[in-house]
């Protein structure tokens, strides 16, 4: 079956650096990827949507300038949360859409931002 | 924004009791599937409904698509320790591609 490789599985970083996770789609092409965010106890929050070669579309209040996606190839999206602050500690997760597999889903990046 | 309202939100039963979750919206879905999340982890599909009044079954699980494809229901029968877990409902609407998650129901099963 299909499998998205997320990394890291988990980060610690001091407030006001950047990190960057990285999600890719191991053996399938993905033209769409997706950003989620999951706080303690809550259900999965879109952050947005990656396409291949074009700038995401972000959701309302998401900020793109905080939050940058790269999608620069067909099996390999980022997203970087650009100086991370202790609200933004939280469960990033990406989806990866194949024509063949659907939507699967990396295993989470836990960020924890102190 | 579609929303997609589960309920319970929480739900703590012994093992071998049958339990419903439901799934509804006021937005109409071209798909809609379900999903179970460990601690930690990322969510695993269960099964996906396409079709009005189209029922599915997974071994103890049953899934229900409502006539007019705004709602569903997981039915589990008999449940088991092993069935803990965070389950959530995901649609697609319309022609997007994007996937919108239900609020979750957190089950524990007890022995």
């Known amino acids: ?114 | 924004t579609q929303l997609l309202e589960q309920s319970p939100q929480f739900l703590s039963i012994q093992e071998g009791e049958n339990l419903t979750v439901y799934c509804n919206s006021s937005s109409v879905f071209s798909s809609l599937q379900w999903y179970r999340q460990e601690p930690g982890e990322g969510p695993v599909l269960l099964v996906t409904v396409v079709t009005g009044g189209e029922v599915k079954k997974l071994k103890r699980l049953t899934f229900q698509f409502g006539d007019a494809r705004k709602d569903s229901s997981l039915h589990i029968t008999a449940a088991q320790p092993g069935d803990t877990g965070l389950y959530l409902c995901a649609g697609v609407a319309g022609t997007a591609s994007k996937l919108t998650f239900g609020t979750g129901t957190r089950l524990q099963v007890t022995l």
């Open chain 1, 1 to 114: 079956g299909a499998v998205v490789s997320q990394h890291p599985s988990r980060v610690i970083c001091k407030s006001g650096t950047s990190v960057k996770i990285e999600c890719r789609s191991l053996d399938f092409q993905a033209t769409t990827m997706f950003w989620y965010r999951q706080f303690p106890k809550q259900s999965l929050m879109l952050m947005a949507t990656s396409n291949e070669g074009s700038k995401a579309t972000y959701e309302q209040g998401v900020e793109k300038d905080k939050f940058l996606i790269n999608h620069a190839s067909l099996t390999l999206s980022t997203l970087t949360v650009t100086s991370a602050h202790p609200e933004d500690s939280s469960f990033y997760i990406c989806s990866a859409l194949g024509e063949q597999y659907g939507y699967t889903f990396g295993s989470g990046t836990r960020l924890t931002v102190v």
